[in-house]
């Protein structure tokens, strides 16, 4: 099978998007290398419905400063840590592979995370990490969740297992898939 390989700077999601993405990085940092102070990493990204990308398992090398790399513990519950660094691994996915810009925070009840756009369109986005190495299970269920959503619109998900350093990010067109 073909690889890829990307290489990321993980602190340039900040200028990336329109949210303060950089409140990811340290949680990224933390899920991806723990108690370590490697600056860098490598993951797995696997695409799925992305019509005309080839092929669709890709190589990212992410890389962030050692400034960046948490001195004291995080505040907030390893649920959150991980949710977080996710956020952080999807805001490094949208801008490499489908060029979007994460543009707002969804509202309650919208059935996904983000609002993502290119410019042109509108697109939700839910993102999912996990700590085990079941990514199907996980994001057959947010792909549900997404196109469960109000507006019919269509959308990404992204899910992140930290254990074994793989991404699903994949495209959806709900009106097809909640029929």
Not at 38 to 52: H, K, P, S
Not at 112 to 137: I, K, P, R
Not at 151 to 157: A, F, I, K, Q, S
């Amino acid at each position: 099978m073909e690889h890829t390989h990307e290489t990321y700077r993980l602190e340039d999601i900040d200028q990336t998007h329109a949210i303060g993405a950089a409140l990811f990085v340290p949680f990224t940092i933390v899920r991806l290398c723990g108690e370590t102070s490697a600056i860098d990493t490598t993951l797995t990204v696997e695409l799925r419905n992305f019509g005309d990308f080839s092929p669709p398992q890709r190589t990212l090398h992410l890389s962030w400063s050692s400034a960046s790399i948490p001195t004291q513990p995080l505040g907030v519950s390893d649920r959150v840590i991980t949710e977080w660094a996710a956020c952080g691994i999807a805001c490094v996915v949208m801008t490499l592979y489908p060029g979007l810009t994460v543009r707002a925070v969804a509202a309650e009840g919208d059935r996904f995370d983000y609002w993502v756009d290119d410019g042109q369109y509108d697109y939700g986005l839910e993102v999912s990490g996990t700590l085990g190495a079941d990514l199907d299970t996980r994001h057959r269920a947010k792909v549900r969740q997404l196109c469960d959503n109000p507006y019919g619109v269509d959308g990404y998900v992204v899910v992140v297992s930290f254990a074994s350093r793989r991404v699903v990010l994949s495209f959806h067109r709900c009106q097809e898939e909640s029929r």
